[in-house]
């Protein structure tokens, strides 16, 4: 009998059946006995342009179905180190924003209790704020790596100080960050001003434009984040809407000029051997998502997130041929 929770196979039940869970691991109520869990937090009530992120964490699951435990470009298999489950939905206010944030920061400190890692199903990139609220009331101010095609740091939208542009404004000025350990990476898109995304600049954060990493792999820019970072306990974010349209269409602003989903792939693998803490993936709107590719995407990033914890040993498997591909 395998120690830790499994994937169920494909073999087992065909991927159309089975459990609507994460990766259709079992699901538990609670993060009570688990190293890592996978949450939903179903919201688009912060989103600015078109809506429909409350409908992300159920299009993810979904489109889990054919993942499989072993990721084969790393040799991570998490699920022979980590016991992890999908503990559901944050039960927010879908009429209230400035309560939905506070539910999410209770429902946070009760899951981070129980030592165990949040992997976030989102959900609009508010709630990033309110999770890093909790993050902080549990591990002190963190390390950040966020992924995205905007800053997120408006001080506030139609006058509202909680929206999907405004997390990290927030939570700059809560002292949820390490503010020389800040990495920001893929903006890019029209803005207001030259200045738009100064703001984290003047703060100390390390701010990469989609521009400056067109079409480069990333192994380096990793190494140096890694090596900035050090052993500080990392929250990691990620944007769907940092790839380009083309392949993640299903988000509610877009931006032309987009990372690659290879590049996506490079940045989170990358993380491997930091002390990450939490990440989300946010922002997808399955109304947008006919074919299912960003919710696709999604899970995989998620799945890759997962493969990089913390007691997750990394073995790439050795090239299968002679050739020299350097």
């Not at 009998?1 to 039940?13: E, K, S, V, Y």
């Not at 994460?22 to 190293?35: H, N, V």
């Not at 890592?36 to 809506?51: L, Q």
């Not at 949820?176 to 920001?184: A, F, I, K, S, Y």
């Amino acid at each position: 009998m395998a120690r830790f929770n499994q994937p169920l196979g494909g073999n087992d039940m065909p991927r159309f059946g089975g459990p609507a869970t994460m990766m259709r691991l079992p699901a538990q109520p609670s993060a009570e006995g688990l190293d890592a869990c996978f949450v939903g937090i179903p919201m688009d009530i912060g989103a600015s342009n078109r809506p429909g992120t409350r409908l992300g964490p159920r299009a993810i699951r979904d489109e889990s179905r054919m993942l499989r435990p072993f990721n084969m470009a790393t040799g991570a298999a998490p699920f022979e180190h980590l016991q992890v489950a999908d503990i559901g939905d944050v039960a927010i206010n879908t009429f209230d924003l400035k309560k939905s944030c506070g539910i999410i920061t209770e429902t946070y400190t009760e899951i981070l209790s129980h030592g165990v890692i949040p992997l976030t199903l989102g959900g609009d990139h508010t709630l990033t704020w309110p999770v890093l609220r909790a993050i902080r009331d549990r591990h002190g101010p963190v390390a950040l790596v966020h992924v995205d095609a905007h800053a997120d740091v408006n001080d506030t939208m139609f006058g509202e100080k909680e929206a999907h542009g405004t997390p990290f404004r927030r939570a700059w000025e809560d002292g949820c960050l390490l503010n020389d350990r800040v990495v920001q990476i893929g903006l890019r898109g029209t803005g207001y001003a030259p200045g738009d995304f100064a703001w984290g600049r003047e703060q100390g954060w390390s701010v990469v434009t989609a521009e400056e990493i067109h079409g480069r792999p990333l192994h380096r820019l990793m190494d140096q984040v890694r090596a900035l970072i050090g052993d500080a306990p990392v929250y990691l974010t990620f944007d769907i809407d940092s790839l380009s349209p083309g392949l993640a269409n299903g988000t509610g602003t877009q931006e032309i000029g987009g990372l690659m989903d290879w590049q996506a792939l490079q940045i989170v693998r990358g993380m491997a051997g930091l002390n990450l803490v939490g990440c989300d993936l946010v922002e997808v709107s399955p109304p947008f998502d006919p074919s299912g590719t960003t919710a696709l995407t999604a899970a995989n990033l998620l799945f890759e997130m997962l493969c990089v914890l913390p007691g997750v040993p990394q073995d790439p498997p050795k090239p299968l041929h002679g050739f020299d591909l350097s």
